[in-house]
């Protein structure tokens, strides 16, 4: 916490909360009754992850949206869960090594963190995605979904 910078926050908590926030009330409007609306969350709002703790803060927020807003938003039938990711494939985690040698480890030290053993692919979380959206999890809301192969279950 001594290491986070004041501007990072400021950025990071109003901003990540505020524009979920926003982008949702302003799409409410032109959702059909029966809608599903779908969040992105982390599982760092679980680990308590060291430097991460502003990040998760805003996550922790978002999961907390999804469960409110599913029981606010029940009358119209309209469905509000948060699929949360563990470590993935993309260029975001890579970002965070001190240098490109770094990058490399890190992606290894975050797959070895992993039952199934490696990292997820982008098209695991979009499946997951496509199920929440879908007539499958019509049963389904203020649910949390994870697709993090393990990470935070196991």
């Known amino acids: 916490m001594e290491t986070v910078p004041e501007a990072a926050a400021a950025v990071v908590a109003p901003g990540g909360e505020r524009v979920t926030r926003r982008t949702v009330q302003k799409a409410l409007p032109l959702l059909n009754d029966g809608a599903s609306v779908i969040l992105n969350g982390s599982t760092t709002v679980d680990t308590g992850t060291e430097a991460f703790g502003v990040y998760a803060a805003t996550k922790a927020a978002t999961r907390s949206f999804a469960r409110t807003w599913a029981n606010e938003l029940s009358g119209r039938g309209v469905r509000v ?36 053993g490696r990292l997820g692919r982008p098209e695991e979380i979009a499946a997951a995605v496509a199920f929440l959206a879908s007539a499958q999890s019509s049963f389904i809301t203020g649910s949390s979904l994870y697709v993090d192969g393990g990470h935070n279950q196991v």
């Open 81 to 116: 869960n948060t699929v949360t990711p563990g470590p993935t494939e993309t260029p975001g985690p890579p970002g965070l090594a001190a240098d490109p040698e770094g990058s490399a480890d890190l992606g290894q030290q975050l797959a070895a963190q992993v039952p199934l």
